[in-house]
């Protein structure tokens, strides 16, 4: 190493290198003994620019501290007071390797300079205790909103992965707050009210800090708080900003929900577990009986699964890896097979096959459904060219199902009509069940679809009728031919009460003109008391579950089965 410097190299110092590097950051270090309270100042360069705090005459570690203490803010003086006293000093140091102090200076032309002084003992014997003080104006400048002037997240997650390392025994909690429809706020009021908005909330929070109990802007109308062992519980946080903002002069009601992470997993990071309470409080989101939701082992696992899932979608839908299965449908009364419901199913390289319930909600969520929807419907309708060509005497009826994205999607009945048409399949091959989501969604647009579909020939079914509080309305305003009843929103016992309501909605529907499917029949019971009540068509696994395409293609060619 020596031996390839330069000659200008030759007479570098390295101390002095290193001394300069150190006095960037430190202003220095000494020893205080902590049997005397008496200040060690170790070699000059070394307590460095700490010499103007230590008084040559008088090297009482309290008295010099308190020195300090008047180049304070008044009302923090005590409570920094508290912090460096040598006793907590030392108790502190029981149950970690450091111990560390931030001090906030307002210097002579009013400007803010953070220092942080920090305490580790210098051997075993504990009786000596190495001080060092650093200049963290840079650093703290940059962890700190300015907005609020609470940390900002960099701040917030160094601080916590500090408190954890510090303290690899203790439990804690971390709390994240969003503030309920701050968008509305921003968009009546304007960004200045908004911004005003915010500082109040970061105000509230800060009156709330205490010890290592702190708080942090994360970013839009996100905060967050760290609550170490021994903080209030979340009800207590809760309440208060309630009380805080009950009164606040604005027409839009300030309140909050908030997400918890209290696992304390080991190896998680700050960001995840900031993550995680994301995650309960996205699930707390518009819930009107609970402000707070605690964060559940998995919840994670399941996000990231799903994205997985979604990720897939593409490759998916090219591997041909979505499939149609059949359910079939039947007229108890004849035992003739009249058609089949066509439901998805994933045959996913990796994962096995999944049921539409694992799947079908995600890609709804995301706006992916249509292209599936569009996918099955192609697929089944080449089935059923197959299967006529094969069976030219044999009935061939298939409904598919809809999702809201995809009826709603400007181009849908022409997308249908070609499907149909490149297929080569008589329209009334092919029906469309659409649930009362997608009326619940745009109810006017939902009308004109439905109206286009019927003129051109397409046989509309309404499915679940029943099972959510606007079928009554759906089926006022939406012409369709077929009502779908389905069992399960009777589950249960075949009450005296649930025969009068089936009863009825299967009269109800005959002076409506349309023919209904009772879908989800599972026992012999149910199917009697249908047909008793006038309903001939039925769906379920008492006949059959949905099968794969080779399984109903075999009950179409065999006699019909199902008495
Ligand atoms: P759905 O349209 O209400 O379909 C009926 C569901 O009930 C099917 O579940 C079927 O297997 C199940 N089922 C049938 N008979 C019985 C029974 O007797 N008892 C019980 N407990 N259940 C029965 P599956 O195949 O898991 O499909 C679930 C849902 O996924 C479907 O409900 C439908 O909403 C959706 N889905 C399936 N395929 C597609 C698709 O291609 N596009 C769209 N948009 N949604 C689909
Ligand atoms: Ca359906
Ligand atoms: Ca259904």
Redesign the pocket.
């Known amino acids: 190493m020596v031996n390839s410097r330069t000659k200008a190299a030759q007479r570098v110092d390295e101390s002095k290198v290193l001394k300069r590097l150190l006095l960037d950051h430190f202003d220095g270090a000494v020893l205080v003994d902590l049997d005397t309270d008496e200040i060690i100042p170790i070699y000059d360069s070394c307590t460095g620019r700490m010499v103007p705090y230590i008084d040559s005459l008088n090297t009482s570690y309290s008295y010099n501290m308190g020195r300090v203490m008047q180049n304070l803010e008044k009302k923090v003086q005590s409570s920094v007071r508290d912090k460096v006293a040598l006793d907590v000093v030392r108790n502190s140091l029981d149950t970690q390797k450091t111990y560390s102090v931030r001090i906030h200076f307002i210097d002579d032309e009013s400007s803010s300079l953070y220092k942080k002084l920090c305490y580790e003992y210098y051997d075993d014997q504990k009786d000596l205790v190495i001080l060092t003080c650093e200049d963290i104006s840079e650093t703290v400048a940059s962890e700190t909103d300015p907005l609020t002037d609470l940390y900002n997240s960099a701040g917030f997650h160094r601080r916590v992965m500090e408190w954890i390392e510090n303290n690899p025994e203790k439990k804690f909690r971390i709390q994240r707050y969003d503030i309920d429809h701050f968008r509305n706020i921003n968009g009546v009021y304007g960004y200045s009210v908004g911004n005003r908005v915010l500082r109040d909330f970061g105000r509230f929070m800060k009156m709330y800090n205490s010890g290592d109990c702190f708080a942090a802007h994360l970013n839009a109308d996100h905060f967050a708080r760290f609550c170490p062992e021994g903080s209030p519980p979340p009800e207590y946080y809760s309440e208060a900003c309630h009380e805080a903002f009950k009164s606040y002069e604005l027409s839009i009601p300030l309140t909050i929900h908030m997400g918890i992470y209290d696992l304390c997993e080991p190896g998680c990071d700050s960001f995840d577990m900031s993550y995680k309470a994301l995650l309960a409080l996205q699930s707390a989101k518009g819930k009107h009986d609970r402000s707070f939701v605690y964060y559940q082992k998995g919840t994670m696992e399941a996000e990231i699964e799903q994205q997985e899932l979604l990720n897939d979608v593409d490759r998916a839908i090219r591997d041909d890896e979505f499939e ?2 059949f ?1 079939p449908q039947i007229n108890y009364r004849t035992g003739e097979l009249l058609g089949a ?5 994933w045959r996913h390289s990796q994962k096995g096959l999944l ?3 694992s799947f ?1 909600p995600i890609l ?1 969520n995301s706006n992916r ?1 249509g292209e ?2 569009k996918h ?1 419907i192609e697929k089944a309708c080449r089935y059923i060219r197959k299967w006529m060509d094969m069976m030219p005497d044999r009935p061939i009826i298939v409904s ?4 809201r994205s ?1 009826v709603h999607n400007p181009d849908f009945v022409q997308n249908l009509r070609n499907i149909v048409e490149c297929n080569d399949v008589p329209i009334g091959n092919i029906r469309f ?1 659409i ?1 009362e989501s997608a009326y619940m969604d745009r109810p006017e647009q939902l009308i004109e679809v439905v109206k286009e579909m019927r003129s051109e020939g397409f046989v509309i079914e309404m ?2 009728f029943g099972s959510a509080y606007s079928s009554l309305n759906m089926l006022k305003d939406i012409e369709i031919d077929i009502l ?1 009843l ?3 929103f009777l589950a249960g016992e075949n009450t005296r009460r649930s025969e009068i309501i089936i009863s009825s909605v299967i009269r109800m529907a005959k002076e409506l003109g349309l023919k209904v499917i009772a ?4 026992t012999r019971q149910q199917a009697d008391m249908l047909l008793d009540f006038g309903c001939e068509i039925m ?4 006949f059959s ?2 099968v794969p395409a080779d399984e109903y293609e075999k009950l179409l060619q065999s006699p019909p089965i199902f008495k």
């Open positions: 149609v299965w359910q419901e066509a439901l998805t199913r049921s539409p319930v079908i709804e459904i599936i929807d099955i598919g199902n809809l999702s995809y069940e649930t499915d679940d779908k389905d069992m399960k879908e989800g029949v599972e769906q379920g696994y008492y579950k949905p």
